[in-house]
């Protein structure tokens, strides 16, 4: 009983709670104070902020029931711009008065429980006001749940329905309780947001919240007092932030806090008055959008006279264009694109009409309609295109832009829907293109902000599509389709199936790209529908009946689509039975390279595809880039949770041998969205028909006939349809479609035609030339806006947030040309009076270009704006004044221009960051603050900034070294200054070059302020000043420079040039002197003595030393104290020599391991024995060991058995090596009996890499000693008292078949100076080749040298690239330090192994090693690091033997090039042979056959429609070893056979002579001749490269344009090794056997020697199928015996069979072949091969 009362007086308890929920009191007037303040800044403070405050005081009261009434008095808004809280807040008396206006009147609303309802408003009053009622109510929005105290709910709010928390603490004892709630503004249903320009940015719903870079939330704090009647709200206090993280940082945050205050001031026992006005219903508390959609984040403009005010900005951008004023160009631009959103259509036609004729404002007028995007700009462009007031070009220019920047609205869309039907657009093909890609892009973005689509939209795209289908209109389909993928709405999925042959049979008559564009057209669909797309995408990509290409699109956008694990691993499944390997091919390599992806988004779909992958087989990944391939390159930041991925799709068609599609495309993900940024893709098809010759009548040829009725006898088979030649090419920006261009045959037919007939090109270039003489003038400029993003959310207190990007870009051409050509063209002119013509260039051309970028975060409506504001500027000039004269006769070529006069902004790239304040009652009072305080900036001190590094004594050596022509006029320095203030952290530093010889002073000038002392992050850094510029500034000298010259003369008058520019002014000079002389002066002028008096000097130096050295080594790089690559103690030597310090120890014997490591020894200055040459040479090889040891080589003579001791050593040796330990040997020391050039005067004691340098020997060292120069070029700077200074290059080549060499000198016209730079190339031979730069005083101070060599490593054919520097300037050392920290990091992104090994210092080495035609293995030793990989992928074969690739290289050096890339070619040919019973095909597949004898088997023919060529073979009864062949080309008819063992020729049935070549007198070519033991037949015309017969062996190479067009045993040239066996009829044989003989040509077997017929067989024995006895008929007919004749010799071969019920009526025993019949089983029958018709029965 006790109990009972407990639990009685706990339920009474309970039941007593107070009601916690407001309530106003009728008759009574509630006055509260409030305060609304939004403040915009960086996190953390210490930088600028920006924002707004409105106090006023708030009357509340009930009037009847649920109706409130509430008015605003006395508001007060006050701006804040400055550093927090230091600086007050400033009033803003006219705006204020502009807000009260609309407080005037009072508000009603519904409150009932807590909730506000509808809330009602004067009429006219201002959404922004009401909207600041909405976040004056917001705070009274509460949610009492009367059971629990802490709980959850969805509540209303301004930001919308979002998930709130509450929490009460109840003070009963006090009559008070504290509700708190919060919200997380990110978690919200039916949110308060508007995105403008976002629609091609598309969100990831499945990403975490982790990976968002906007967060925000909101809280609430109550404080209540009960009364008799309920409770009473005493005050509220609202916090909401709002923080946005650029780069994804936890500190680096620009941040929005709004705050809320809500104090009850009194409480009247007074009614409150009931609004006078009508009210209107404006809904409840959700945020509504309308004035601030108006206003740009630019300046505010007060609206008064629209078209007054366009008028006056289009008259100010012309004249800020006019003095280059580009960042006030761009503002005004931006202004007018928004007077423009205003205007109505009749004040834009005044405007028009105003301005039109006047270019340049018209050009400014239509950018600016084209941005606005509004209905009536819109409707603008519509009637001045339907009246064609525009022309062709500005249309195409004006369309695209204004589709894209129109706003979507039924009112847009209609206007939109008659372009389509517009005359004056359907007339122009590229405009009606335009159109209908941009009217679909209208369709997709309005379907992204509307709830429903109507299909009235989608109607002229569908009936578009259905009108070109049914009248085979290619061009039409692919428009519609394209269209219809732009829009990417669902309802057009049905549309676009019934072009897809697997969904509708009669799409089968359409073209193979109308296939892929239907697929194409459903990728953005699958967007809004992945289930459904995804499963007819599925069935395209499983349809093998489909084209490859086809179905790898069908691949790409299937797994765009994100597919599950299973619907990935059932592609892979697929793949293992797939035939085509270009589709297993590319599905595999799509599959790994999203495997290995790091995307956020891509994550389930790359752990599907690894899976997948595993399912595979590994020879996918070995296939050859004949193969359909994807090339992935992308990274992903998880810090900053930004990447980007470059796609490049390669698909290869069975007909071609390079890619006939190729998709390139680069995506970025940013926080939790993609953007498709850019696509473009290229389609060819059949463009080698192009480059055939097209006038041999091929079909009227016996061959066309021929094979025609053998097509008949073989059964089912059908030529190739054709294919008309066509490039197809389109192009997407942020993944809409917005080109395409698809050239057919008639336009390329028409092109060719054009380039190749002289009746046409001839009027076209004298036309080209009279327009230039006539002199082009004029200014181009082109204006427009390239970004629009707005994402605006409401605040709580009622006022706009927006985060918004614009971009502005303006470029301009100022240009004047005029070209004049003596003798003048005449009407029927020859090429060659172009190349005998002079022609000058006179040219003033000023290009610019401006690009500014404004980002804004804060408040934005059409009254004020608060916030930060982000300005960046790019922009770059230049002007280009020069005179060129240019002779093609005398090879000649002037170029004159002016120094520079004046200072030149190159290039320059500023940012800074602002908060800014504005208000439309004060325009011209805007509040601008920097972001950082100001402070003392030290300024930058006039001396010039030395780097520590480098030491005094670089300094003096650096002075002395320059060239007296740089010291004068050239100065290199930098300034640079650090600082930390208030104003934040202070960077600046400028670089200067100054050439005074040439006029100029270019320096490039860095600074910095940047907020980064307070937190480091990237925002942080990037917010500030920051500001880079190139500056070209005029250099003051003594004597002004008059002109700038550049002069190029090649050919035997180089010399001469050079001497006339240094004896300028001098009247002694005899033009006519002779040749010794002209060498004499040419070499006194360039210093080549000086260069080579000291190599002399080092030369005889060197004698000394070694005794024993005898030969003269006379190369100019070579010498032995400065050999590139010779031993470390001639290193040393040199550097005596030269005044310079030694290497240390370590590094001599870095050198040393190094030589010993490739096969050289190294003479010490202690150490002259010798050693016989071909004694050393093999006991280095023999001897080496991996380790490196310094042990000396034993100097016996293995010469004996040099072979086998070396190769056995060699192997063993190496045999467990890592690749990196092997060692490289090189091809001239493989052989110790190889004999060298001069090889007598090498001496016994050089080291190995100086005996393969001393091959040029014989060389002279100054090839001017023997060789006029090839090219001379000056550079020179005239002064006005006619006194020259500048730089002259003079060029020296030497080409000879074995040997080439190429020298180039560069120095100062000046004669004082002794600054040069020496540069000499050479090959030693086909296995060697050697580099050198040298500059410095007479070439002296600083060297790179190069080796390239070729040889063995690991024992494969390898090449050998070394790169040493024994001293570089510092910068260089620096610049090379730094990309070395690269280094590491990028080989380890591409695969590469990477080992920490020292090596030689100061020296690169390279090896390549070809392992295979298709691989190869990589070593890259640098000074500290190895990196190494094995097995890289060729994209081309290389042609590669077991020997050496020495072996394969031709003899003559300049010849390598060609020959290697003829090579490779012919590797790409396809070739056929057929051996004894081995047989070969195109792809290379190998098979044994025994050839029926006496039966014609077709080996190879044309199967498309030309029919050019039928090779076919049978053998012999007599040998089973000999093999004859038929060919039949054209009118020919050409037999080779063997009688009496000798090989015959048999033309057209006559005997051909065997010892004349036979040449066909057709139109197309024809040649016959004896090569080796047998026959050549080569017919290029016909695709027959060589056809090669000696009765034994038959090899057939065809053109690579062949490819997919050839069928026979030989098969297609289509790389399906799959599909190898193809039958005539497609039917793919079960084995070998039965695919050879399925190509025998039937005869009449009375008549013909072949006795084979084909037949349907039947298994005899009784057959159980599907539980019932059945009769099986095989599909396709075997080899019988004819009737009469009875099989000698039979084999089994595998037959697919058709089973019928037994009782069942159908006989086919007298078919031949069964149609359309499924195949149920596979079993083995005979074939007959051959008969004996003792018992044949033929008619007399």
């Not at 929005?141 to 009460?168: D, F, L």
């Amino acid at each position: 009983m006790k109990g009972l009362v407990l639990a009685l007086l706990v339920v009474l308890a309970g039941g007593q709670k107070r009601d916690l929920e407001p309530v106003f009191r009728a008759g009574q007037t509630y006055h509260y104070s409030y305060e609304g303040l939004v403040l915009q800044g960086l996190r953390g403070g210490g930088a600028a902020v920006a924002g707004v405050r409105l106090r006023c005081r708030l009357e509340v009261g009930r009037l009847a029931r649920a109706d409130h009434a509430l008015r605003i008095q006395s508001p007060k808004l006050e701006e804040y711009n400055g550093f927090w809280p230091r600086d007050p807040f400033t009033p803003a008396s006219k705006l204020t008065e502009t807000i009260a206006s609309c407080f005037t009147q009072a508000f009603k609303f519904e409150y009932s429980e807590g909730r506000v309802g509808s809330i009602y408003a004067p009429e006219g009053c201002p959404i922004m006001c009401i909207n600041i009622v909405r976040g004056i109510l917001n705070m009274m929005q509460i949610t009492i749940k009367k059971s629990q105290n802490v709980y959850e709910s969805q509540e209303a709010g301004i930001e919308g329905i979002c998930q709130t928390r509450y929490v009460i603490q109840d003070d009963s004892k006090n009559n008070r309780a504290t509700v708190s709630k919060s919200k997380d503004l990110t978690d919200c249903q039916d949110k308060a947001v508007k995105n403008i320009g976002m629609a091609y940015i598309r969100p990831c719903p499945t990403c975490p919240l982790k990976v968002r870079n906007i967060r925000s939330t909101v809280m609430f704090t109550y404080k209540m007092k009960y009364d008799d009647s309920g409770a009473l709200m005493t005050s509220a206090v609202s916090e909401q932030m709002y923080q946005i993280a650029p780069f994804n940082e936890p500190d680096g945050v620009a941040v929005m806090e709004a705050r809320q205050e809500l104090a009850l001031v009194d409480i009247k026992s007074t009614p409150i008055s009931p609004p006078e006005a009508q009210l209107h219903n404006h809904g409840n508390l959700h945020y509504h959008f309308s004035g601030e959609l108006v206003q740009m984040p630019i300046h505010l403009i007060k609206i008064k006279n629209p078209e007054l005010q366009l008028t006056e900005i289009l008259r100010q951008l012309v004249q800020y264009n006019e003095e280059g004023s580009s960042k006030e160009a761009s503002t005004k631009f931006l202004q007018m694109i928004q007077l423009f959103r205003l205007v109505t259509l009749d004040q834009i036609e005044s405007l028009w009409a105003q301005f039109a004729n006047e270019p340049p404002y018209r050009h400014w007028f239509l950018s600016a309609i084209c941005a606005a995007g509004a209905t009536d700009t819109f409707k603008f462009l519509k009637q001045k295109i339907h009246h064609e007031k525009l022309n062709i070009w500005e249309a195409a220019v004006t369309l695209p832009l204004a589709f894209h920047f129109v706003t979507p609205n039924e009112q847009t869309l209609e206007i939109a829907s008659t372009f389509l039907t517009c005359p004056q657009i359907q007339k122009a093909p590229m405009l009606r293109i335009l159109v209908y890609l941009g009217y679909g892009c209208m369709v997709n973005k309005y379907s992204a902000q509307a709830s429903f689509l109507p299909n009235e939209l989608l109607q002229p795209l569908h009936d578009l599509a259905t009108e070109a289908a049914s009248k085979g209109h290619a061009e039409d389909m692919a428009l519609a389709l394209k269209a219809i993928g732009n829009a990417g709405e669902p309802a057009s999925i049905k549309r676009i199936l019934k072009f897809l042959p697997t969904f509708s049979p009669a799409a089968a008559a359409f073209p193979n790209r109308i296939h892929a564009d239907a697929v194409l057209a459903l990728r953005k669909i699958a967007r809004k529908d992945p289930a459904k797309v995804r499963e007819s995408l599925l069935q395209i990509f499983m349809d093998n009946s489909l084209a490859p290409n086809v179905r790898m699109v069908a691949c790409v956008v299937l797994l765009e689509t994100k597919p599950a694990l299973p619907t990935v691993t059932a592609m892979a499944s697929s793949l293992l039975k797939e035939t085509s390997l270009q589709v297993a091919s590319f599905t595999y390599s799509h599959m790994k390279a999203l495997a290995v992806g790091r995307i956020p988004q891509l994550y389930n779909l790359s752990a599907a595809c690894n899976i997948a992958i595993k399912l595979l087989s590994p020879r996918l990944d070995r296939l050859s880039y004949r193969y359909s391939k994807v090339i992935h390159v992308g990274g992903y930041s998880s810090q900053y949770e930004a990447g980007a991925i470059w796609r490049v799709y390669l698909m290869n068609s069975p007909g071609t041998v390079f890619p006939s599609d190729i998709i390139t495309k680069v995506r970025g993900y940013y926080a939790n969205t993609a953007t498709d940024i850019v696509e473009v893709a290229l389609r060819s098809q059949s463009l080698t028909n192009i480059i055939r010759k097209h006038n041999i009548p091929f079909t009227e040829y016996d061959t066309y006939k021929t094979l025609k009725e053998l097509g008949k006898t073989l059964l089912g088979w059908k030529e190739l349809p054709p294919e008309d030649p066509l490039v197809s090419a389109y192009v997407k920006i942020l993944g809409q479609e917005i080109a395409f261009v698809d050239i057919g045959k008639d336009v390329i037919q028409q092109a060719v035609t054009s380039l190749t007939e002289s009746s046409n090109w001839q009027p076209v270039v004298t036309k080209v030339m009279d327009e230039a003489r006539r002199g082009v003038s004029g200014r181009w400029i082109l204006p427009g806006m390239v970004a629009e993003l707005r994402h605006i959310i409401p605040t709580a207190v009622g006022l706009p947030l927006e985060f918004s990007l614009c971009g502005v870009t303006l470029a301009q051409t100022a240009a004047t040309v005029d070209t004049q050509m003596s003798p003048p063209l005449s009407g029927n002119f020859r090429p060659s009076q172009l190349l005998e013509a002079n022609m000058e260039v006179h040219a003033d051309i000023k290009p610019k270009v401006y690009f500014h970028v404004i980002a804004m975060m804060g408040i934005n409506t059409q009254y004020f704006q608060n916030g930060l504001e982000f300005h960046a500027e790019f922009s770059a000039n230049t002007t280009m004044k020069f005179d060129a004269r240019i002779n093609l006769k005398e090879k000649s070529f002037k170029l004159e221009t002016t120094p520079c006069h004046q200072e030149v902004e190159l290039a320059a790239a500023r940012s800074e960051v602002y908060a800014i304040s504005r208000n439309v009652e004060a325009a011209d009072s805007e509040k601008r603050t920097h972001i950082l305080p100001k402070g003392e900036v030290p300024s930058i001190p006039e001396q010039r900034f030395q780097s520590s590094e480098i030491s005094a004594t670089d300094r003096c050596e650096k002075q002395r070294n320059i060239p007296s022509v740089i010291s004068k006029g050239y100065q290199q320095g930098s300034e640079e200054e650090h600082h930390r203030s208030v104003g934040g952290r202070f960077y600046a530093r400028t670089f200067c070059s100054k050439l005074a010889s040439l006029g100029c002073y270019a320096c490039l000038s860095l600074k910095s302020r940047d907020s980064a002392f307070l937190r480091n992050t990237y925002l942080h850094k990037l917010v500030g000043e920051h500001e880079a510029k190139i500056v070209l500034k005029p250099v003051h000298t003594d004597a002004d420079i008059d002109k700038i010259q550049l002069e190029i003369q090649a050919g035997s008058t180089a010399a001469s040039k050079i001497i006339d520019v240094v004896s300028s002014g001098s009247k002694e000079e005899d033009a006519s002197s002779p040749y010794e002389d002209i060498q004499a002066k040419l070499k006194k002028i360039l210093g080549i003595e000086k260069v080579f008096k000291v190599a002399n000097k080092t030369r005889h130096h060197k004698k000394r030393v070694h005794s024993k050295d005898k030969t003269e080594v006379t190369h100019l790089w070579i010498e032995p104290s400065a050999a590139p690559f010779s031993s470390s103690s001639s290193s040393s030597t040199a550097s005596s020599v030269d005044g310079k310090e030694p290497r240390n120890e370590q590094e001599k014997n870095a050198a040393r391991q190094s030589g010993r490591k490739h096969g050289s020894r190294s003479s010490s200055k202690g150490n002259d024995s010798s050693r016989s040459t071909s004694g050393s040479a093999s006991t280095k090889i023999c001897s080496s060991s991996s380790s490196s040891s310094s042990s000396s080589r034993s100097g016996e003579d293995h010469s004996a058995d040099k072979h086998c001791s070396r190769d056995s050593a060699y192997s063993n040796l190496q045999a467990n090596l890592a690749i990196y330990q092997f060692w490289f040997k090189p091809t001239d020391e493989q052989d110790p009996e190889r004999k060298v050039l001069n090889s007598s005067s090498s001496s016994s004691s050089s080291s190995a890499s100086d005996e393969g340098i001393s091959r040029a020997i014989s060389q002279p060292k100054f090839l001017g000693d023997i060789k006029p120069p090839t090219l001379a070029v000056v550079l020179r700077a005239i002064q006005k008292d006619e006194h020259q200074a500048g730089f002259q290059l003079v060029l020296y080549t030497d080409i000879q078949p074995m040997r080439s060499r190429i020298q180039m000198f560069v120095s100062s016209i000046a004669g004082s100076s002794r600054w040069k730079l020496c540069a000499d190339a050479s090959v030693i031979n086909s296995q060697k080749a050697l580099g050198s730069l040298k500059w410095g005083q007479d070439c002296r101070e600083y060297k790179i040298a190069t080796k390239i060599a070729t040889g063995q490593f690991a024992s494969h054919p390898a090449v050998q690239m070394k790169l040493k520097w024994p001293k570089v300037p510092s910068r260089i050392r620096r610049a090379a330090r730094w990309f070395y920290t690269f280094v590491p990091g990028a080989a380890y992104m591409l695969g590469y192994s990477q080992r920490q090994q020292r090596s030689p210092s100061r020296q690169a080495t390279m090896v390549i090693a070809l392992t295979s035609p298709r691989t190869c293995d990589v070593v890259l030793k640098l000074p500290d690091l190895t990196i190494y990989d094995r097995a890289i992928r060729l994209p081309l074969p290389f042609p590669s033997s077991p020997s050496t690739l020495a072996s394969t290289l031709p003899s003559s050096d300049w010849n390598f090039i060609s020959q290697a890339a003829f090579s490779i070619i012919e590797n790409l040919k396809a070739r056929c042979s057929v051996s004894q019973n081995m047989i070969t095909t195109f792809n290379g597949v190998e098979f044994n056959y025994s050839m029926s004898a006496n039966c014609y088997h077709v080996l190879a023919q044309d199967c498309s429609p030309e029919l050019k060529f039928l090779v076919m073979m049978k053998r012999p009864e007599e040998s089973a070893d000999l093999i004859a062949i038929n060919v039949r080309l054209a009118s020919h008819e050409i037999d080779m056979y063997v009688s009496n063992g000798l090989i015959q020729l048999k033309i057209n049935g006559v005997q051909a002579p065997m010892d004349v070549p036979y040449t066909s007198n057709s139109d197309a070519s024809l040649l016959i001749s004896s090569e080796k033991k047998g026959l050549s037949l080569k017919a290029p015309d016909y695709g027959i490269d060589k056809l090669y017969y000696d009765g034994h062996i038959l090899e057939i190479h065809i053109a690579f344009w062949m490819a997919g067009k050839t069928c026979g045993i030989c098969g297609k040239y289509d790389g399906e090794k799959e599909r190898e066996y193809q039958m005539p009829s497609g039917y793919l044989a079960k084995d070998a056997a039965s695919f050879a003989q399925s190509w025998i040509v039937s005869e009449d077997p009375c008549a013909g020697a072949c006795k084979l017929q084909r037949k349907l067989v039947k298994i005899e024995k009784p057959v159980g199928f599907e539980n019932k006895a059945s009769k099986c008929y095989s599909v396709e007919p075997v080899l019988h015996c004819t009737e009469g004749c009875l099989a000698t010799k039979i084999v089994p071969v595998s037959v697919g069979f058709h089973c019928v019920p037994a009782d069942s009526a159908l006989n086919v025993e007298e078919q031949t072949k069964l149609d359309q019949k499924s195949e149920d089983l596979v079993s083995t029958v005979y074939a007959h091969t051959a008969c004996s018709c003792k018992q044949q029965s033929c008619p007399a």
